[in-house]
């Protein structure tokens, strides 16, 4: 499954059959969706801080750093982030008595991030963005994350 199927799937999500085909992803469509839907992320502060830095007629260093440097720093900040959700996965977990592991929970919460992410940059690009935004935003990447955990069988006792 290439990376643009797996975006169609995430877009369809908490739908079983999109969480079932989506759990068969490989490895490295799996990462490369990381990376694609990061820098999808990506794009709209890194086109403000070029052209803060071309306006500025600043060193070639300082463009250097913002072409290279931001997006590494921030694609670790975003895997940083993406493994906090994890955690939270399985606190939702264990509240709601299901058996996933944390790999899962891992992947689910980064195919979960997709509507979410691709609103916001939208937004962003549009100028819309808000703090009201991205609570609704949150809330609704919650919202996909607790369907997709509540549709795996309860632990057996």
Do not use: C
Not at 126 to 144: A, C, E
């Amino acid at each position: 499954m290439g990376i643009f199927t797996t975006y169609k799937y995430s877009l369809s999500l908490p739908k079983r059959k999109s969480v079932l085909a989506l759990n068969k992803t490989k490895q490295k469509d799996f990462f490369l969706y990381i990376l694609f839907l990061l820098l999808l992320f990506l794009i709209p502060n890194g086109i403000r801080l070029l052209q803060e830095f071309i306006n500025e007629d600043s060193r070639g260093a300082a463009v250097m750093a913002v072409l290279f440097l931001y997006p590494f720093m921030s694609i670790f900040a975003g895997l940083a982030g993406i493994s906090a959700i994890a955690g939270l996965g399985v606190l939702i977990n264990d509240i709601a008595k299901r058996h996933v592991r944390y790999m899962l929970l891992w992947r689910m919460a980064v195919f979960a991030m997709t509507i979410p992410l691709t609103v916001f940059t939208l937004l962003d690009l549009l100028g819309l963005s808000h703090w009201v935004v991205t609570v609704l935003l949150f809330g609704y990447f919650f919202f996909i994350y607790t369907k997709m955990i509540l549709g795996y069988p309860r632990k057996r006792t």
